[in-house]
T-cell receptor, first 113, second 114 residues
Framework: EDQVTQSPEALRLQEGESSSLNCSYT??????LFWYRQDPGKGPEFLFT???AGEEKEKERLKATLTKKESFLHITAPKPEDSATYLC??????????????FGKGTKLTVNP | KAGVTQTPRYLIKTRGQQVTLSCSPI?????VSWYQQTPGQGLQFLFE???????NKGNFPGRFSGRQFSNSRSEMNVSTLELGDSALYLC?????????????FGEGSRLTVL
């Protein structure tokens, strides 16, 4: 069964304290991996797409990396406004040719001033 | 540019009833996908429509159905509601079909089943 596991479930950081969020996956037919950010009461907001092992993408204080079995979202010198739930999703194509997105349950990040 | 609009934002139903949720995608986007979000299961893919055709479907029972109109607006319907259907239902639009691209999500319709 296709699985996406995010860790930790929750993370508290002090402002400026860098850390990483993990997304590990056990899937077949991986086409791509996405990171989204979700604020309370809002829909997810796209951050990155990664397609192949070794790929890296950066946006402000965030950097996403991808290996064959996991992805990391590195947060450098976070600010309180980075507080949100970060979701990882994998794009899968099944043997029958259908596509789906499988999401992890997210990491809730809190950055204290 | 207006974002993805979902209506209603909140609704309460009782077991056995049915519900219809609406989604208006970003102008020019022809793909609309639906997701169920619960604290226990997280975000789960329901189905995706492109140019009025269902292109992809998740692992949900037949009580969950959808359709897309010629103007790309989409509706999803849940019949014979169960308590476990209580969730935030999110709609997302994309200019391309499939899951290979950025999705633009609405703020969701929160359904409570009593």
């Amino acid at each position: 069964e296709d699985q996406v596991t995010q860790s930790p479930e929750a993370l508290r950081l002090q402002e400026g304290e860098s850390s990483s969020l993990n997304c590990s996956y056990t899937v077949s037919g991986l086409r791509g991996l996405f990171w989204y950010r979700q604020d309370p009461g809002k829909g997810p907001e796209f951050l990155f797409t990664l397609y192949s092992a070794g790929e890296e993408k950066e946006k402000e204080r965030l950097k996403a990396t991808l290996t064959k079995k996991e992805s990391f979202l590195h947060i450098t010198a976070p600010k309180p406004e980075d507080s949100a739930t970060y979701l990882c999703a994998v794009h899968i194509v099944t043997q029958g040719g259908s596509e789906k997105l499988v999401f992890g349950k997210g990491t809730k990040l809190t950055v204290n001033p | 540019k207006a974002g993805v609009t979902q209506t209603p934002r909140y609704l309460i139903k009782t077991r056995g009833q049915q519900v219809t949720l609406s989604c208006s995608p970003i102008s020019g986007h022809r793909s609309v996908s639906w997701y169920q979000q619960t604290p226990g299961q997280g975000l789960q893919f329901l189905f995706e429509y492109f140019s009025e055709t269902q292109r992809n479907k998740g692992n949900f029972p037949g009580r969950f159905s959808g359709r897309q109109f010629s103007n790309s607006r989409s509706e999803m319907n849940v019949s014979t509601l169960e308590l476990g259907d209580s969730a935030l239902y999110l709609c997302a639009s994309s200019p391309v079909t499939g899951m290979d691209g950025e999705l633009f999500f609405g703020e969701g319709s929160r359904l409570t089943v009593l």
